[in-house]
């Protein structure tokens, strides 16, 4: 069924369109892959501000696909750990895994993103177009009308199929929501907190200002600071913040004086690592966080959005690129199933993938909470403690939610966070009530947590179908 | 603090925005109230197709507190239950409540409209503008550019703030989206059905050609067809139906044979009473389910959405209207504390308010599931059997999800949906697990349901908090 002369136009040359490229074009496609910014591999990387992010099993099960894994592993921080920052300044680390070998890493954006954007260009059957900006796609038409930001004039490129992997802010969906000739439902939900970038430099004479293999929290309630490691021995912070109503938020932080009363008072210990805390402040840019959902994700068999443009999630789980690489196996998956009719594939994607990025989205904000407010708390560090007894003790007895949907890429997000959820009210339940008794051992406790949460499914299941 | 002189200007002259002119002079303001359509006073009305609502106790609270309780309930037919109708052609009686004086009303849309204009064109300071369409809110100024749709030109109103009450379309809500100033957080989400109207015409010599004080519903699975009464003995008959991808659904019901088949297969005793089916099938247009969400509601303290401009809900659980004119309660309560200060009447209107709308806009769709598969199952049977004798045996001890949201306007839509949820899951589960047995009194199933109702808010609590 397959035709080997398909042209797929494929619109986002970030992190989930040029894996997808890579892939197609292993899979025989002529590839065109058109990217609104310049080359970020001719452009002139800060190393001070090389944003990171949190690449887990999920992401290098898609790099794997595509033969790029052990390339990518190299730019890698083991991260085996949230390094609790509190009020005092005391840390603690609190493992992400009971299991030796389950840990995040940290991992550069622009770093990543050019070794995908090199193993693309390798293909003979892949031409990348930067600086082409997209205006609007003729959905019904696989056509799409560019901005070409040197000269200025607008191009037409045109394939059998269109792919939009162009981010959050996606030009393809928008053309969907304003196509008004079917039914699109969509949401954006914003967060009341923005976020903002500061840097820890590297340590005078290199190596790191703080312990190196750990994603870093100072949690604070309302706010709260992450930092996470670079290669060069830097860490780059973000500071989670409101953008109103609070004695301190952006509305309020305005000088320089009030930035560092705020940090003297809620991270002291991180300000003496922030050497240009005040000038990055106003220097860096404040960004919004927003989830958003969309559906259909495809129109007329011509046109499919992937990645971030079909579903943004807030940054808190750290799987916002894992699920966009998952979204490339799972695609690759169902064009073994149905190569051949697009309009079948793209129908086949959506069906066997939105529960799930609708459940990492729903994961995503829970975990914002958990980040600045629970892990603070004594009945949340009891949980965690227990859980991770259970996972040291019972490895292959026991996955934590954070475990089930971090490192388990088998099962999918909408089964962990069914399954994650249940477990987490069986425990702070069993927690709260007392039924977890000093008296009892670890395999008891263990085996009343699993009763506690399949009755908790059970009786969701009853009260769900039937209500 | 008030200013008897401020000039309001609302766009929209539906329910809401009619009840809310109403009330708003009656406290003192100067109000236009601008509305899109012609005067639907002097357009002529087709009796046999005019649409009717169920009217409720909120709705009937909001009439109240303008003055238009008696006059509205003049319009009324007390609708005591669902009639089912089931596949075989049987019917029977399902009591919206245990209480005698607990039902709902089938009230024609317009004709309640007219009513609330008369009322508010009645008041010296409401001037009212038909014919024009509102293009653009500027929402720093609280200035609106209309289209007049006699002339063609484009007019200015300006008020000291702008109420927006234009629906589910609504162009304030557009405007406020389109603004970018603000984060705005928005969500249209459209059910996979859309509906169609149809009726069934008064009885040869007068009268109703089914027993007129019921919601008649024909449960279908995936398929529901449902009936209001109207005061000239005719009956408005809605289809719900999937757009596609169904055996019978909107793409494939494309002949009158096709259309005849399917109802006759499914819907023969109701096929019986409506003599113009296919006619009617194809000249009424199809109309989407959506509910709309969204926040803010207001900006810079000049501009506040209100009614479906601010959450629209799909009708299944017959609140639309009543939400919009609880909206108008509640309102009307923030100013009795607020007034004066626009910015914190607005902004305090949807802390209290947004929770509730959220609420039954969910409500609404689980109800769309209850009518069409669950009312025709066994253990919804059971419980609603249970629940009922509770209510009649209990009046003052026991309300079933329904009526806390229908009858008792004195519990929020919010409190409703989190005490008649916890209370379903814990009849669906004992009624499942066998634990309420035939031994038993009905006292003691009361005070069994209530416990278990208790503790299943108990263990959710203790989870949210903590997860």
Redesign the interface.
């Known amino acids: 069924m397959k035709d080997q002369n398909q042209n797929i136009l494929i619109i986002g040359a970030g992190l989930c369109g040029s894996l997808l490229a890579l892939r197609l074009a292993q899979r025989g496609y002529n590839i065109t892959l058109v990217e609104k910014r310049p080359d970020l591999r001719k452009t002139e990387q800060d190393a001070g501000r090389s944003i990171n992010l949190a690449l887990s099993d999920r992401g290098l099960r898609g790099l794997r696909l595509a033969g790029v894994e052990k390339d990518a592993l190299e730019l890698c921080i083991p991260m085996r750990g949230r390094m609790i920052h509190d009020a005092s300044g005391n840390t603690f680390l609190s493992p992400y895994s009971g299991r030796e070998n389950e840990y995040i890493n940290s991992i550069s954006r622009p770093g990543l993103n050019m070794l995908l954007l090199d193993a693309a260009e390798a293909m003979d059957n892949v031409k990348l177009v930067f600086g082409h900006g997209c205006k609007k796609v003729d959905l019904e038409n696989a056509a799409a009308i560019f901005k070409d930001y040197e000269s200025g004039n607008e191009v037409q490129y045109k394939g059998d199929i269109i792919l939009g992997t162009d981010g959050a802010g996606s030009s393809v969906r928008r053309s969907m929501y304003e196509h008004r000739k079917f039914?699109?439902?969509?949401?954006?939900?914003?967060l009341t907190h923005g976020y903002k970038e500061i840097s820890i430099p590297p340590a005078e004479g290199g190596g790191y200002r703080t312990y190196k293999e750990a994603l870093h929290i100072w949690p604070r309630g309302e706010d709260m600071l992450i930092a996470l490691p670079n290669l060069d021995g830097s860490f780059t912070v973000t500071l989670f913040l409101p953008?109103a109503n609070s004695e301190y938020c952006f509305d309020t932080l305005t000088t320089p004086e009030m930035v560092h009363e705020y940090f003297n008072k809620e991270f002291p210990d991180a300000v003496a690592l922030m050497p240009n805390l005040a000038e990055e402040f106003f220097g860096n840019p404040t960004g919004?966080l927003?989830t958003i959902k969309c559906s259909p994700w495809s129109s007329y068999g011509k046109t499919l959005i992937l990645g971030d443009a079909a579903h943004a999630i807030v940054p808190f789980y750290g799987q916002g690129m894992n699920a966009s690489f998952e979204d490339v196996v799972v695609f690759d998956e169902v064009l073994d199933r149905f190569e051949g009719d697009w309009e079948k594939v793209f129908q086949e994607y959506e069906k066997v993938r939105k529960k799930d990025t609708d459940a990492i989205a729903d994961l995503a904000v829970?975990n914002f909470h958990?980040m600045k407010e629970?892990t603070a708390?004594a009945?949340?560090q009891q949980?965690r403690k227990l859980e991770i007894a259970f996972e040291s003790e019972f490895p292959q007895h026991y996955h934590s939610k954070y475990s089930l949907v971090t490192f388990n890429e088998d099962i999918s997000y909408f089964q962990a966070m069914k399954q994650g959820?249940a477990q987490?009210?069986a425990i702070?339940?069993l927690l709260?009530d007392g039924t977890l008794t000093e008296q009892m051992t670890l395999d008891e406790k263990l085996k009343l947590v699993k009763q506690t949460t399949e009755a908790i499914l059970h009786?969701?299941a009853?009260?769900k179908n039937?209500?």
Request: net charge negative; charged share 30%.
């Open positions: 039914l699109f439902s969509f949401s954006q939900q914003w953008y919004p927003g829970d958990e629970h708390s009945l949340f949980k959820r987490d009210k702070l339940n709260d009786d969701d009853v009260a039937l209500n």
